[in-house]
């Protein structure tokens, strides 16, 4: 009897359940996390697209993803679209040349920037997770607790889980069409040869720094602009500088990655770089009051 009325209960809740919470709970395991979610399409600064999440579901269909991931160092499932039919699906024949001959911008919520070409963004085994598997809704990244939804850039294969080579730009919110030239003119050491060392490091810069650290207020946000309104070399000494970028987590336990695998050839050019841009200022957000309160 007791039995009885407890299902009894149990039923009438169920049935009084309002029935958007009912769609929501068919639609829960499968789907993206978050179907609402906007993902913006660009081409050299021009929005040519926005799309939601379901819709690109919708259109170009869900794959379960399982690879070893970087940042949460263990393999983990994501239900993912594929990237090649989301950017084919997005920008259709409007990318003018393949997809593939073009150069991409990643541009994350927070600030992250990647650049990428399109060989390699398109090189197959990129998807963009919409759900994560493992855990009822995005099982928090890093210290930072940072939540990779609603999109997150993840890469399948096992030859494809170094984040420098290819990196995983988390809640990602636009994909652009355009070069690190075109988007950030103001990063480039107008001037300098082509084969000097602050060319080099430029090309360095554009492949490693630049997806958190702006030059002149162009690039990604997630660390400090490191040439206004002063020069990172105006400040603190090469040496310093050079340490740093080799193994940050030796001066403070911030969100700068350690770069091991640039050598001193390469540091060298990073500076040169640096140095160059310290002469090369353009800073659109310049007090003009002489930075009185
Ligand atoms: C994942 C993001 C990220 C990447 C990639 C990155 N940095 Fe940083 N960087 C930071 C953050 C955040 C800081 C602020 C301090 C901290 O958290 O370590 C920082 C600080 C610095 C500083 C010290 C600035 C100061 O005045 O204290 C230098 C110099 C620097 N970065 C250079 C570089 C160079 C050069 C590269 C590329 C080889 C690079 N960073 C790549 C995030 C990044």
Known sequence: ?????????????????????????VIADDGPQDPAARLEFRIEGRTVRTASLGDLARSVGLETVESYDGYYRRPKRFRALRLDRVLAEAFGAGGGAPLTTRHFILRARDGYTVPMTGERLLEGGAYLAVRDLDAPSWEPIGPQRANPGPAYLVWREPNQVDLETHPRPWQLAAIEIATVEAVFPHTVPSGEGAGSAARRGWELFTEHCIRCHAINREGGRVGPDLSVPLNVTEYRPEAQIR??????????????????????????????????????????DARTDGGAP
């Open 243 to 284: 340490a740093y970028i080799r193994n940050p987590l030796a001066f403070r336990y911030g969100a700068m990655p350690a770069h091991p695998g640039l050598g001193e050839a390469d540091l060298d050019a990073l500076v040169a770089y640096l140095r160059a841009m310290a002469t090369r200022k353009h800073d659109p």
């Open 1 to 25: 009897m007791i039995r009885r009325s407890l299902a009894l209960i149990l039923l009438t809740s169920a049935c009084a359940r309002p029935s958007s919470q009912r769609n929501v709970a």
